[in-house]
């Protein structure tokens, strides 16, 4: 006998083989559902162990598209979840609806896998009957069906019948596998029993028996959800080669939709990973207080910038501002007043720049801007117009009372790859405003050189 073990637990796999390979059975292991099913490695299987948790496609999925099936395989085989611990009520319950016949924990030992499992390898013990395809056949006549019934019984398929006129209650009662309708004289009656069996919800795979003529009725027949007939006389292989392909239809659309369903969970799950990611990042590199990008953001963009300069010359300007006697609007007002003065300011600076300009608090009241392709001059006027526009626009506290911050400016461009060296000129020219009575923009000077 076969026994195929789907699991990504080798140690279990090995237990498995010591308890029967020397019995003379044969141990098939694949690591996952999804390769299972791509690779229809159940034929010639006699029992089923699969990992009840698997991503994407755990084990109580994949056993209920199994039991989902139209083939007699499926529907009798034994098949097994696998645990590492007891189930859950609710687990017990899933494994119920899949139609599982039990399941094993994982470290069972070699003594419980015979016990368990040996009685239905060896023959002794079989999986309760459940029948094969349920087929419906109507309007056609009492030797029809029993001539159909004849061909295919012993196949595993199941045959009922009812007339034109109850063809709805017994579709949805009975919720055929597929669906067989007779043709009367020029295909009138089976078109209006499709279209109102169609109306009232998804059809089976309907064929046709009997002969059609009118190449418009064909048409008609065809738009309103046929998608095969048979005409007579009805032999055997004809019969069973056709329903075989509506099975085979069935079990197509089953996994199709299995699949979507499979992909639509990875596309949300990926989707919300992608969400949670950008917000990540934008906590890791936002300063909480202001909204602006922070410290950590400064340093990578400013050396992603001085890169891009090194290689391509494409220049860029670094302006380093502070707020000036901000510890007096800490000390007068309070520490909520200095964070209302911040917060103010950055939003100053924001709506002051291009879209692809960068701001950033460096530190306490220490600010930085990276403008992207713009030289000396341009820059200095960027920091000229800030200074300007927020030495002329007091701010208001949420006590109402105005206060009248200013900032100084310093202001460079890249003369080398290094970092430490362009901040350390740019930070020298702030200083050199600072020095000069604040609220001014300073250059900064060129690199000596020998």
């Known amino acids: 006998m076969k026994l195929l073990a789907i699991t990504r637990h080798d140690s279990f796999v090995e237990r498995l083989r010591m308890a029967f390979e020397g019995a003379g059975h044969t141990i098939a292991h694949l690591p996952d559902p999804l390769q299972a099913l791509a690779t229809e490695a159940w034929d010639e299987a006699h029992l089923i162990l699969v990992d009840a948790e698997s991503e994407p496609l755990d084990g109580y999925r994949f056993t209920r598209l199994l039991r989902g099936e139209t083939r007699n395989l499926f529907h ?7 645990s590492k611990k007891p189930l859950s009520a609710a687990q017990m319950r899933r494994m119920k609806e899949a139609r599982a016949d039990g ?28 029948g094969g395809a349920h087929i419906l056949a109507i309007g056609m006549r009492a030797d029809q069906v029993r001539r159909i019934e004849s061909h295919i019984t012993h196949f595993g398929f199941k045959v009922s019948h009812a007339p034109y006129s109850e063809a709805l209650p017994h579709v949805k009662e009975r919720r055929p596998d597929l669906l067989l309708l007779g ?12 279209e109102t069996l169609a109306a009232k919800g998804p059809l089976p795979y309907t064929l046709l028996v009997g002969a059609v003529h009118e190449e418009a009725m064909q048409r008609s027949l065809l738009h309103a959800g046929l998608q095969d007939w048979i005409q007579p006389p009805l032999s055997g292989p004809r019969l069973l080669h056709a329903l075989r392909r509506g099975l085979e239809w069935k079990r197509v659309r089953r996994i199709q939709a299995e699949y979507e369903t499979m992909v639509h969970d990875l596309q949300e799950r990926r989707r919300m990973l992608e969400i949670e990611a950008s917000a990540l990042r934008t906590e890791v590199l936002t300063d909480p207080l202001t909204g602006l990008l922070n410290r950590r953001s400064f340093d990578q963009n400013l050396e992603s910038q001085l890169n891009t300069w090194a290689r391509h010359k494409r220049p860029f300007v670094l302006i380093l501002c502070d707020v000036d006697h901000f510890k007096l609007v800490n000390d007068r007002f309070g520490h909520p007043a200095g964070d209302t003065v911040l917060q103010g300011l950055a939003d100053r600076i ?15 009241e220490e600010f930085a801007l990276i403008l992207p392709e713009t030289g000396l001059a341009s820059g200095a006027e960027v920091a000229e117009k800030l200074r300007k526009r927020i030495d002329g626009d007091p701010l208001e506290l949420p006590s109402g009372q105005p206060v009248f911050p200013s900032m100084s400016f310093g202001v460079g461009v890249p003369e080398s790859p290094i970092v430490d060296e362009l901040v350390g000129r740019v930070d020298m020219a702030l200083y050199a405003a600072k020095q000069s009575g604040r609220n001014q923009v300073k250059f900064a000077e060129a690199e000596s050189r020998s």
């Open 76 to 82: 009798n085989l034994p098949l097994f979840v696998l």
């Open 183 to 194: 043709s009367d004289a020029n295909g009138s009656r089976a078109l209006n029993t499709l």
């Open 103 to 130: 399941y094993l924990l994982l470290d069972a030992s070699i003594q419980r896998l015979i016990h368990r499992l040996g009685p239905l390898l060896e023959g002794t013990a079989v999986r309760p009957k459940d």
């Open 350 to 364: 924001r709506t002051s720049l291009r879209r692809s300009d960068l701001a950033f608090r460096i530190g306490g």
